[in-house]
Nanobody, 114 residues
Framework: QVQLVESGGGLAQAGGSLRLSCAVS????????MGWYRQAPGKQRELVAT???????NYADSVKGRFTISGDSAKNTLYLQMNSLKPEDTAVYYC????????WGKGTLVTVSS
């Protein structure tokens, strides 16, 4: 099992930046893929970005060129750097770890004002 705790959410203006962090603990060596997902009010949870154990990344078209996913193995932390934020980026952002099962954090709220 793994435990995931997100932080770094908050209020930003359109065009601004935020960096989300996800602290990872537990059976880290068993994780194959980690990612960020988001859920806006009234919408389904959607993929934002993933990163594999080997460092391969994948992004939703809506965030390509604006968001960057990265990990720091020494700190057991996953990051999501979000630049050029738009009001439509407003959502609860969740950290996810995939191993034998799928694990989720509780989420952190990002609000982007126009």
């Amino acid at each position: 099992q793994v435990q995931l705790v997100e932080s770094g959410g908050g209020l930003a203006q359109a065009g601004g930046s935020l960096r989300l962090s996800c602290a990872v603990s537990g059976s880290i060596f068993s994780i194959n893929v980690m990612g960020w997902y988001r859920q806006a009010p009234g919408k389904q949870r959607e993929l934002v970005a993933t990163i594999s154990r080997g460092g391969d990344t994948n992004y939703a078209d809506s965030v390509k060129g604006r968001f960057t996913i990265s990990g720091d193995s020494a700190k057991n932390t996953l990051y999501l750097q979000m630049n050029s934020l738009k009001p439509e980026d407003t959502a609860v952002y969740y950290c996810n770890a995939q191993m034998l099962g799928s694990y989720w954090g509780k989420g952190t709220l990002v609000t982007v004002s126009s």
